[in-house]
């Protein structure tokens, strides 16, 4: 090695000179003409207005809520609104005036009135008087616009700042208790309040400084310690806000000029006073970046803190300023006449100190004492004890750096730094550059790093030929490895070297990429699968796999094959494994990220200095770095640790019918505090329980072809810093798929077609059988028909037979009773010839008889039929005694008849013949009943209604005559009482006194002729009584 001049190196050939003219243009051209000028730097700004929710975009005051919520008063509207991070809701707002509404841990709800406290108790709004506030309002009517501190301590429990007192106030037992009176201390008159951070206590400020009361919001009492701070020269101090580090800003008067124009600022125990000519500042707090932000009515500033405090005015686009609440992590909240403002670091941030650097940093590196180096185009830069240092490039040195140039330590400390083929040196110590330059004169690209920490160079002679040198370089000597071969085929230019964990040395060129196993390189091309020509970095990923990146795509070799990861990245100019399993990669158009498949990526809108990166690096204390086109830009996990809200995807017209065709699901999302906007959500989704897809942000799945049935769409979401949602909306849908596309409807149809024409082919088979048995079956009929006329013939024949057989024997069985009674009565009087009062009775009753059976065999032989002109008026009671009268002393000898006659009973119509047959048949039926002995009754009556279970039914009429005859016999058995009246059933077929089975049979025609209607009731043991009931007709 040795030191050249200036002189020595601008001597060099015009062909170096012109070389170096090229490579400064291309990288000028990525430092001026990359797509990232301030104005597109994406704003850590959001807004909030009436169209995200907010019952008003006018917000006059804002507070913060332990439970994370943000609260909002509007302007003279009934509701305010309160924000959880995903979604804003409205609430009813205690009042008209502007006084801000707390909210406790435990969630209870606290506000002013003029008149003292107001407490939410979950249904409305309760008031508690409280004399302090109203005095405190009344004597200071400016407290109505600038209202009261409130600080919510814990249940039921709120503390409360006079301009004399700070106050607890317990609402449960409607009780104010004084913890520390302004009298106790040297602040002048008492005038805003601020919780301490972390639960230490309460700052309050005064007209003279201000003070800390010590201790948990919860157990603050009189006792509680309490400090002081006089300030001189400054007097009422407004709100104090305290950052992550325990330091105090606020606004102050200056004690001479008596306007708002200080900020007071605490410093390691000492506090500073610096004016602000020209601005009437309200507020004022500490940036998350030592800056100082600070509002007036019409302006948003900030402070840098520097020497000069130098101040800069944020556009204004939100109207006027009202309120602000702070957060530790430098997030903090505007109210304004706009909206609801949040302001919040980006995850990405440039370190203030080195803001201005505004080139391409190329190249990172940390050294052994953890030192980290970055190579930019204006310099080399050293971050070491969180202190930042700018060395500039040695005079006339220049800057021609390529994004595959890189920094290396040396085993004795120095930094080898390539610059091309202008490679330099640098010894931490000295702060001297030193040029290196080859023994030979050969020219030295530094491309790697040895595992003895020596540099890997490639050196070649300066006829631009494409054979080189392989060499390690200690900071002293060169010690060449290897010569390149004609085969090579990697070009004459390579962009690294790369040593795997198994010991391969990896090199990758404008030409390709190869790996050197055993002294032997082996070049791989399309014919292995690998399908990228120029390569400019590669990551050890071990166990023998590694990722290789190119113009625009990662590949993978597995130690077998090659595949490809992920394309359309543009060029990948540095990639780096993080300890927690990332892969972060550095490109030309954003710095993408990798984990268990997912893809990520960040860009301007997450802070970075440019969306064109060049390296990328994580140092001994897992701090990430990027080195950008514009500067440098570290990376900071904490700044959004809560993961968006998935909402519930949206079948697209799910109104109608879903018919297979294409279904497109829509799905969204919100980031806690709109942190990363919706468009740069990242969703994953999978369909009907499938695999999870990677992470796009692709906001609409379209499905082509679905099948029939119901179906379930799954989607969750993540932001761009790794927060994912750990739950999932999901939506079902149903599609109907056409019948005719519907593949098992189709089967059924074509089965059921086949049925059809098998049973249409059989129906036609029968046809033609029946077609020709057809005459066949009409003789059939024929002869059939004659023979069902001769049988029903002989039919009718046989049942006039048996009609006239009855008719024979009924009128037989009525002649056997006739000469019976005539038989009876010539022997009584042969009997009794002298007699003749007897003779002359019976004599008339033989005529009696004579002419009933001269009726009966008028009626049986149809001589006359029964006509209308047959009935004549009968007295029912004088017919049942002519009835008695026939049958004869013999008959009552044996048998006794009681006959009990109803009086007045109406005429009746009827065929007094035929009538007295029906009963004498009933008493001589009663009277075999009882085996020829005992008691027969007869009974006449008058009923209006039928009774149930007539065996006949009579004529309808008014009302009825009724005639019972009613024996004590053996009665009859329910199974055969249904058959009585058939002809020819008797049960007296094997008795003494044998039955024909007329009797019953004949009183039934006769009753039916006559339109009487019969009933039946027997007992078995007991007897049965017969009755005739005769409708009443004129």
Known sequence: MMTLSLKDEFCAGFRDLMKAVRWLAVSAILVFLS?????????????????????????????????????????????????????????????????????????????????????????????????????????????????????????????????????????????????????????????????????????????????????PLRSLSADSPWEEHLISDVENLQRPFENHLGEITTVATDSFTNNYRLLV?????????????????????????????????????????????????????????????????????????????????????????IEEIDSLVHALVEDAKGRLWFASTDSLIRFANGRWQKIKWPEGFEAEFQTTDSLYQLPDGRLAIAARERPLLFDPDREEFSYVVHPAGRRVKFIGQAKSGKVCAQTSQRDFSESFLLEQFDGNEFSRVIESQSDWNLGGELFFLTVTQNGDVWLGGAGGLGVVRDDQLQVFGSSNGFVEERVFCLLDLGNGKVWCGGTDKIQEYNGTSWSVIRSGMDRINSMTKGKDGKIWIATARGLHSYSNGWWVINGVEEGLASPALSRVLQDRQGRLWAGTTRGISLYHPDADVSPPKTFLPVVENAERPLIEGPVTVLFSAADKWHHTPASRLLFSYRFDEGQWSAYTNVMAKTFESLGAGKHRFEVRSMDRNWNADPSSGSVEFSIIVPWYKESRLIVVLICGLVLVLFFAGLAVNRHWQLTRSYAEVEKIVALRTRELERANQELMHSQKMKALGTLAAGIAHDFNNIL???????????????????????????????????????????????????????????VVEDTIKVLGDPFLHEVTIQFESAPSLPSILGVKELLQQMLLNLILNAADAMSGKGEIRLKTGQMNTLPENLSLSPVEASNYVYVHVQDGGSGIAPDVLSRIFEPFFTTKAFSTRRGTGLGLSMVYELAKEMEYGLKVKSTVGKGSTFSVVIPVRS
């Open 35 to 215: 797509p990232n000028t301030p104005a597109e730097q994406s704003s850590n700004f959001r807004i909030f207005r009436v169209s995200d929710g907010l019952k008003e975009s006018y917000v006059s005051a804002v507070t913060l809520s332990p439970r994370g919520n943000v609260w909002m008063k509007h302007g003279d509207v009934n509701e305010v609104s309160v924000f959880d991070g995903y979604s804003i809701h409205t609430f009813v707002s205690p009042g008209t005036n502007s006084f801000a509404i707390y909210e406790s841990l435990t969630g209870q709800l606290w506000s002013l009135y003029d008149e003292g406290l107001l407490v939410h108790d979950g249904s409305q709004w309760v008031r508690h008087p409280v004399a302090e506030i109203r005095g405190e309002i009344q004597s200071n009517p400016r407290r109505k616009v600038r209202q009261l501190p409130l600080i919510p301590a814990h249940r039921d429990h709120i503390l409360f700042l006079t301009s004399d007192s700070l106050v607890e106030y317990n609402s449960a037992r409607r009780q104010s208790v004084v913890i520390r009176r302004v009298s106790d201390t040297r602040l002048g008159k008492f005038r805003e309040m601020a919780e301490a951070r972390g639960d230490s206590g309460v700052w309050i400020t005064g007209t003279k400084g201000l003070g800390k009361l010590l201790g």
């Open 820 to 878: 019976s009674i005539i038989k009876g009565s010539a022997q009584i009087i042969e009997s009794h010839v002298e007699d003749k009062d007897k003779v002359r009775t019976r004599v008339s009753r033989i005529k009696t008889v004579v002419d009933q059976g001269a009726g009966i065999v008028k009626s049986m032989l149809g001589i006359s039929r029964i006509t209308e002109q047959d009935f004549i008026l009968c007295d029912i009671n004088s």
């Open 265 to 353: 600022q605490s410093d390691l125990g000492s506090w500073h006073r610096r004016p602000v000519p020209g601005e009437s500042i309200a507020q004022a707090w500490p940036g998350w970046d030592e800056a100082t932000w600070a509002f007036t009515i019409n302006s948003l500033l900030r402070f840098e803190r520097d020497p000069q405090m130098t101040l800069s005015k944020e556009r204004n686009w939100v109207g006027q300023y009202k309120d602000v609440v702070t957060e530790t992590n430098g997030v903090f909240w505007l109210a304004t006449s706009e909206g609801l403002v949040r302001y919040s670091p980006f995850t990405w941030r440039t370190p203030r100190e």
